[in-house]
């Protein structure tokens, strides 16, 4: 049940999203997350950062580290790739392939925090957008 607010351009909804009216909704993007575990110490830690207050989805909320699905993303080569049966999960209602939602993850990853999510070789070959610094690190990606 949507609360109206008097004299305000905005409606509230029950789960908290503020909606301006009378402008179409925002269309979703394709996009990927990582979620880091370390469990080196008595209690697991997980890797999460802070968005900034600037951002007009989501500002100043804490976030793992991640981001929208960029074209190039699928085309990047890889070490490995996904088990067959993470992938078919990754395919259900999805236009893109699995791989582009696994690479953006380890992409997104990368440029938010510099860890890389794979292992020291250089697999030469194209390097796609977005994927320079990355590949110059002498890293590619294992899914």
Same mark, same amino acid.
């Given at each position: ?10 409606? @509230?909804?029950?789960?908290? =999203?503020?909606?301006? *009216? ?10 990927? +997350?990582?979620?880091?575990? &370390?469990? =080196?110490?008595?209690?697991? &830690? /997980? ?18 580290? $991640? $981001? ?5 993303? $699928?085309?990047?080569?890889?070490? +490995?790739?996904?088990?067959?049966? +993470?992938?078919? @999960?990754?395919? /259900? ?24 999510? $794979?292992?020291? *070789? =250089? /697999?030469? #070959?194209?390097?796609?957008? #977005? ?13």
């Amino acid at each position: 049940m949507a609360e109206k607010m008097l004299g305000s351009a905005y409606d @509230k909804e029950d789960e908290g =999203d503020v909606v301006e *009216r009378g402008r179409p909704s925002p269309r979703p993007k394709d996009a990927a +997350t990582l979620i880091l575990l &370390r469990r =080196d110490e008595s209690q697991p &830690r /997980i890797l999460m950062g802070k968005r900034s207050g600037k951002h007009a989805f989501m500002p100043d909320k804490y976030v793992f580290p $991640g $981001g929208r699905v960029d074209p190039q993303d $699928g085309k990047a080569p890889s070490l +490995t790739e996904l088990h067959p049966k +993470t992938a078919a @999960k990754l395919q /259900i209602k999805c236009r893109r392939t699995p791989r582009s939602f696994a690479l953006t993850a380890i992409r997104e990853t990368f440029e938010e925090t510099g860890l890389i999510v $794979g292992k020291a *070789r =250089d /697999i030469g #070959g194209a390097r796609p957008e #977005g994927w320079g610094d990355y590949y110059a690190l002498g890293a590619a990606p294992c899914l």
